[in-house]
């Protein structure tokens, strides 16, 4: 019996040492066939939002860091497939020196990655106040384009735009502000009243 003990402990702690082998062994495999799998099998993309912000304001530059626009809103959410932005309450406010400000709202917003493109969306109003050179400005649409570095708006549903006294409507706008240039497309219609007495 006190010949064979020390025989039964040695294939004891043989047979744990071996089992304490193949599960390091099993684990060793796990992580390489892991990453192999990561290699050739991507993924699959996050769609769900990743992170979101509320009462958020930020404010949009220009190359030479001089303020363009603030942009403001009740929740900002990040979407990692593009890596867009959706806005609630959109509030976009120009910034440029030299012009009358210009305030925008909207009931959502969508904005591209690189802020090169701010999509507006549903019961979109365009304001601009009097000053002593223009008439005060309104406008009203169901989507608005806008153009952050190219100083333009663009939209091609139906547009409403009172200028002082005078109105215009039509299907279509393209309204370039460093250029001074102003389209509409389609069934424009308008009136205007002389302010001169």
Do not use: C
């Amino acid at each position: 019996m006190s010949a064979s003990a020390p025989s039964q402990r040695f294939r004891l702690w043989g047979l744990l040492a071996l089992m304490l082998l193949l599960a390091l062994g099993a684990i060793w495999l796990n992580q390489v066939l892991q990453r192999a799998t990561d290699d050739y099998i991507p993924r699959a993309a996050r769609t769900e939002p990743d992170f979101w912000v509320e009462n958020f304001s930020y404010v949009k530059t220009s190359k030479d860091g001089q303020a363009r626009y603030h942009i403001s809103g009740q929740r900002l959410t990040h979407n990692p497939r593009d890596d867009s932005y959706d806005v609630q309450r959109p509030v976009v406010n120009s910034l440029v020196s030299g012009r009358a400000p210009t305030t925008m709202r909207a009931v959502r917003a969508k904005v591209d990655s690189d802020n090169s493109k701010v999509h507006l969306y549903d019961d979109v109003h365009v304001d601009r106040p009097g000053t002593a050179g223009s008439d005060p400005l309104h406008l009203s649409t169901d989507y608005l384009l806008v153009l952050p570095d190219d100083d333009v708006m663009q939209t091609d549903k139906a547009v409403d735009i009172t200028i002082g006294t005078s109105h215009l409507s039509g299907i279509g706008m393209y309204a370039n502000n460093a250029t001074r240039e102003f389209r509409l497309s389609n069934r424009v219609h308008g009136t205007y009243q002389s302010t001169a007495h």
